[in-house]
């Protein structure tokens, strides 16, 4: 099996991200069994013509790729691991791609017992939240095997326009800790910056745009401020999965002896709009915390 000749694909969690990203394989002209956890996530995708798998081991079942899409490490370890997984019902040398955000250690580990599976992994992480998933924009970090990835390449550059094999096992997750340490500070920048401008009575909407053109230019200022500044606080991606992803960030610098204290900051800020209900907001909602804090109006 090459990739530019995969035809038949597993695909396992339909949520947020997962829904548009199948769609864009099965618009490629690849056949997509999909399955989720709840049976609305599959009929939302029956449009598209993916085939619904009644269970993980029907979607992976005679597939030559298996991609999840899920939302913590518990959960691609009972994908993978549980009774009916992957490892038990793949057949052998699939090729499987978590492209979910989860513990780098864990990941290699994954690696590892696949391999004694007869099944190659790859760990992929994305980064371009909701939107990039629906225009097939995503960055893509992978770890694994460079063989793998070669023959992986041609369904994840469907999937993004930024594809790269970082190394092993593990590091994929690894430069995905990276990509939110980066985007959380940046947004928390972001967010300070506007209600900076708000407070002085300024323009905001003038401010965005001259920000937009010069050095404080971002992907979230272009992205979210306008969303910040309307108050459009839907998700693209959740404050709570945020949360999970700057733990995980934690966890690893913990290990690796390193501080990050902006990174901690942000983290509790996070924590603070997450505490007040905002859970399942988008993470613009970070700005609602630093308007509490600075007793402005929204």
């Not at 492209?99 to 580990?109: F, K, N, Q, R, W």
């Not at 407070?199 to 401020?225: C, F, I, Y």
């Not at 309307?230 to 404050?239: L, Y």
């Amino acid at each position: 099996m090459t990739g530019a000749h995969v035809r038949r694909i597993g695909f396992v969690g339909l949520g947020i991200m997962g829904r548009p990203m199948a769609r864009n394989l099965a618009r490629a002209g690849m056949e997509v069994i999909g399955f989720s956890r709840t049976r609305a996530s599959i009929d939302a995708v029956a449009d598209a013509g993916i085939l619904p798998g009644a269970s993980i081991a029907e979607a992976v079942d005679r597939a030559e790729v298996v991609i999840t899409m899920l939302p913590d490490t518990p959960d691609v370890v009972s994908v993978a691991k549980g009774e009916g997984g992957i490892f038990a019902c793949a057949r052998p040398r699939t090729i499987w791609i978590d492209m979910s955000t989860i513990d780098p250690t864990v990941a290699a580990a994954l690696a590892r017992e696949a391999e004694d599976c007869d099944i190659r992994a790859l760990d992929a992480p994305v980064s371009g939240g909701e939107s990039g998933a629906i225009a097939a924009t995503l960055s893509i970090m992978v770890g694994g095997a460079r063989e793998t990835f070669e023959e992986a390449e041609s369904v994840l550059t469907v999937l993004g326009t930024t594809v790269a094999h970082i190394g092993p096992a593990g590091h994929g997750q690894a430069a995905k800790l990276c990509n939110q340490v980066i985007g959380a500070l940046t947004l928390l920048a972001v967010s300070e910056g506007l209600v900076l401008a708000e407070r002085s009575g300024l323009d905001t909407s003038a401010v965005l745009q001259v920000l937009r053109g010069g050095a404080a230019s971002s992907w979230m200022l272009e992205h979210l401020g306008p969303r910040m500044l309307a108050g459009d606080h839907s998700p693209g991606f959740f404050v709570d999965l945020q949360l999970k992803d700057l733990r995980l960030v934690a966890e690893t610098a913990r290990r690796l002896s390193l501080p990050l204290p902006g990174t901690a900051t942000c983290e509790q800020l996070f924590r603070a709009v997450s505490a007040a209900g905002g859970g399942k907001l988008g993470t613009q909602a970070l700005i609602t915390v630093l308007r509490r804090l600075a007793a402005t109006e929204t």
